[in-house]
């Protein structure tokens, strides 16, 4: 059990952190804070105690209870109240239907709006009873009550046997205080701020006639319908067919599909496969594709994916079919979990409808008919409206005013973020930029979303159209930095060398402190020659964060380069000090010790070793890696050697790399080490 931090420096503890991702994983599954919050009821005793009293008053329901509002509904004199639920039913009208003894008065204020808020919040009220005049029944008029909870803005004053009402003082929320004198006893009256007098308010009864019904929490079922509001882009996915080779799910023919879960074992799952065979026609002429993908051998002991082919051929399943895959049902139910806070496991069978978009547009969670299927193609799904109106549970009129249509453009807009931080998490970028189009469509003002999506569409190369949407935000706001950073790293990028410094510099003037800015433009000035600039820029990030190991190895290049060698050997040295897995930091450090012109620093040993050591660590095989350890066994007159890596180089190396790399060649086929020039 982790502890609770005691200091905020605590909170990163890796303890109390998993604490918590253990508990939201629990919301998630649908488990609550406190499940089974029954009502309770406690009686004042008088004498400073109180008693418990839930079974006797009647409240005590099995409801996972949280809310609770007081009011007169039926405007009888005495306290009404409503109870909300996290589960069903989720609410309850609890009436008094106490035969009425004492006495009361309801009191509903109203401010004057302009030293008092209209309703009069925060409102002090002190009824004094004739007789009892040392003793006032006192309340605060406030704007909540409880958890989630508001009570009626009349403010009930019970006042048992009380005969008459002397007075009533409010203590204004602006500091004033008034008398009111004419306040009569069992009525319903108003209190106007600076008036000095109540106003009796009609008390005819409500006619609504209310009934008392037992009520039950409804059963958990594994069924149910997701109509997504916002539709999401179906991403690649792939499923075997019975032979077990892999095949795409083909979203991209223009054809709605239904991408059906099932297994063998599963009755209702056979069920549902009949349905879709005896209506093949109807399914036909709707253009809809079905593709039924069985789960059978997946963890379950149950039966195989044979059982399962044996069965599609003797029902004689007319659509196309083939096996799901564990990732495949993982990212399927992640898919779900985007839809839901709560996060169960998918049922079987479980259907996933997508539009001829290649949008996922319905998820049926349990057996679903074909009719119902069609009836979901074919409903408008062209607005934001539309799309609420089809995805609601219960029937009802939908605003569609301005102040609405703001609302769910704002919901379909961060929808759509929730949708494109998926994709990166998928790895498809493209589909993650695309989610981030759909924001700026929504929201074209916005300059953040903008910067957002030309930062995702540098990572899928589309560089021009990202261009376009730096230019329109700086085009509006020329002061707006992670515009001015994402441009100056855009052409950094296209090795635009110069625009790249231009927009560094306007970064750095807008954020001076931060070091990503400073190594940018050190790696764009060391492009352009500019080599003690570029070092003035890399040791300023030194400065600001000493612990980025990038950092050195792009210092000591550059003081390589100023043919500094003790400082570019401590550069290297320092940030495989930091990061022990650095490859290029090896790799650096091992061509200085081969190519070095001065002798000094040469160490054809040591360099052998950190060439291996760099080769080890790069996955794949880099040119310049075998590049520095040709070099280094030329270092140990291993001659042969060097001459094989190089010719491993060469052929690794793109046409416009191999120049140089041949020149060394044969260098190493006459017997001869390579020395970087001094000023190279």
């Given amino acids: ?97 106490q035969p009425l003894k004492n006495h009361f008065v309801s009191l509903l204020l109203h401010g004057d709006g302009i030293t008092t ?91 609504q006639a209310l009934f008392a019904k037992e009520q039950s929490p409804v059963p958990y079922s594994d069924q149910a319908v997701l109509r997504l509001i916002t539709p999401l882009e179906f991403p690649k996915l792939a499923y075997k067919n019975w032979a077990g080779s892999t095949k795409p799910i083909n979203i991209a023919n223009g054809k709605p599909k239904l991408v059906n879960l099932w297994a063998s074992w599963c009755l209702p799952c056979l069920k549902e496969l009949q349905d879709f065979s005896r209506n093949r026609d109807e399914i036909g002429k709707a253009g809809l594709d079905i593709l039924a993908l069985s789960v059978d051998g997946l963890n379950d002991e149950r039966s195989t994916y044979e059982d399962a082919a044996q069965q599609i051929k003797t029902m004689g399943f007319p659509f196309p079919t083939g096996r799901a895959s564990l990732p495949l049902i993982n990212l399927l139910q992640s898919i779900h979990d985007l839809q839901t806070p709560v996060r169960r496991p998918l049922p079987l069978p479980t259907s996933f409808l997508i539009d001829g978009k290649g949008r996922l547009i319905t998820i049926y969670k349990g057996p679903v008919s074909v009719e119902e299927v069609l009836k979901d193609l074919t409903t408008p799904i062209d607005s934001p409206v539309d799309r609420y109106q089809r995805a609601a549970i219960l029937a009802g009129r939908t605003l569609d005013d301005d102040a609405a249509q703001a609302a769910l453009n704002g919901m379909e807009a961060l929808k759509h973020r929730k949708f494109s931080d998926f994709f990166q998490r998928l790895g498809q970028k493209r589909y993650a930029a695309n989610q981030l189009n759909h924001v700026v469509d929504i929201w074209p003002d916005s300059a953040g979303v903008r910067t957002e999506f030309a930062s995702a569409l540098m990572q899928t190369g589309q560089n021009v159209t990202a261009l376009k949407q730096l230019e329109e935000v700086l085009r509006t706001e020329p002061d707006y930095p992670p515009a001015q950073v994402a441009m100056a790293e855009l052409f950094l990028k296209q090795n635009r060398m110069k ?20 190594f940018g433009r050190g790696i764009a000035l060391s492009a352009l020659g500019k080599t003690s600039k570029a070092v003035e820029d890399f040791t300023r990030v030194v400065e600001l964060a000493p612990n980025f190991f990038p950092v050195f190895n792009r210092r000591g290049t550059s003081y390589e380069t100023l043919g500094k060698f003790k400082l570019a050997a401590e550069d290297f040295h320092r940030a495989i000090a930091l990061n022990g897995k650095d490859a290029q ?4 450090l ?21 060439a291996n050591k760099a080769a080890s660590l790069f996955a794949n095989d880099n040119f310049f890696v075998l590049d520095t350890l040709a070099a280094a066994y030329a270092e140990t007159t291993q001659y042969e050697k060097a001459v094989e890596w190089q010719l491993k180089a060469i052929e690794q190396a793109p046409e416009s790399a191999r120049p140089p790399l041949a020149d060394r060649l044969k260098l190493y086929q006459s017997d001869k080490p390579f020395r970087t020039p001094a000023s190279r």
């Fill in 117 to 207: 808020n209209r309703d009069a919040v925060g409102a002090r009220v002190e009824v004094y009873a004739t007789g009892d005049e040392k003793h006032p029944v006192a309340k605060t008029l406030r704007a909540g009550e409880g958890f989630l909870s508001q009570n009626s803005k009349w403010m009930h004053f019970g006042l048992g046997d009380a005969t008459k009402i002397a007075r009533v003082v409010v203590h204004w929320p602006g500091g004033g205080l008034e008398t009111f004198d004419n306040v009569q006893l069992d009525t319903r009256q108003v209190l106007d701020q600076g008036s000095g007098k109540s106003k009796v308010v009609d008390d005819r009864k409500q006619t």
């Fill in 499 to 518: 625009d790249a410094v231009k927009h560094f510099n306007k970064s750095i003037s807008l954020q001076s402190e931060n070091p990503k800015l400073f």
């Fill in 585 to 588: 930091a090896y790799n650096n």
């Fill in 590 to 610: 091992a061509w200085l010790q081969a190519t070095c012109p001065d002798p000094e620093f040469r160490n054809g040993k040591q360099a052998l070793a950190n």
């Fill in 1 to 97: 059990m982790s502890q609770s931090p005691e200091t905020a420096e605590d909170e990163n503890n890796p303890d109390y952190r998993r604490g918590w991702a253990k508990i939201f994983q629990m919301i998630r599954s649908g488990s609550s804070w406190s499940g089974n919050e029954r009502n309770c009821a406690y009686l004042n005793t008088g004498d400073g105690g109180f008693a418990n009293i839930s079974v006797a008053s009647g409240v005590d329901f099995p409801d996972d209870g949280r809310g609770l509002a007081f009011g007169d509904w039926d405007h009888d004199g005495d306290l009404d109240f409503w109870i909300s639920n996290r589960t069903a039913p989720r609410l309850r009208f609890m009436r008094n239907d």
